[in-house]
């Protein structure tokens, strides 16, 4: 069962006869996953991308492998490109992209740690960059990124 925010969210988005895309890394789906739960998911819900590997960022969605090398693939830098390219492809009045570390590994340092979030996510009014530590096991990570995903875009429709 779909958290209450995603519900909110869904609902939010329904009313506003928007619908939604994601890129997700981190997520690994779970986003499209939770918000296909819902019952406005079929007015609302458009598809979604799984990149969690650096060659499907770069192939797929033309990130540079540069960009990648620099900031690495959890990064601010590259989870906008990553909101940007699936715009283009999906069409959505919302588009969010997500990237981060939900366990040990990868770019993890300690500026940042497991648990670094990384949200980017463009409406037809606003463009939203967010990063945010969470904390737990790797599924509570998820979860939590999934909420606030959700919870940015629901913030973003209450703000018009």
């Known amino acids: 069962m779909p958290s209450e925010i995603v519900m909110k969210c869904s609902a939010a988005l329904k009313r506003k006869k928007w619908n939604v895309s ?5 997520t690994a789906g779970r986003l499209a996953s939770e918000f296909s739960m819902t019952k406005n998911s ?14 499907v960022k770069e192939q797929l969605l033309h990130v540079p492998h540069e960009m990648i090398q620099k900031h690495s693939a959890e990064s601010a830098e590259v989870t906008k490109l990553l909101a940007q390219q699936t ?10 992209a997500i990237t981060g570390l939900s366990s040990p590994g990868g770019s993890e340092t300690r500026q940042k740690p497991v648990g ?17 530590l969470f904390h737990g096991t790797p599924e509570q990570i998820v979860m939590q990124a999934v909420d606030k995903t959700a919870q940015l875009i629901h913030d973003a429709i209450e703000r018009l």
């Open 22 to 26: 994601f890129a997700e890394s981190v």
């Open 42 to 55: 079929g007015a609302i819900l458009r598809g979604g991308i799984v990149c969690y590997e650096a060659f």
């Open 87 to 96: 715009a283009k492809l999906f069409n959505a009045k919302v588009t969010a």
């Open 116 to 132: 670094t979030i990384f949200f980017y996510i463009i409406t037809p009014t606003e463009q939203i960059r967010h990063r945010e």
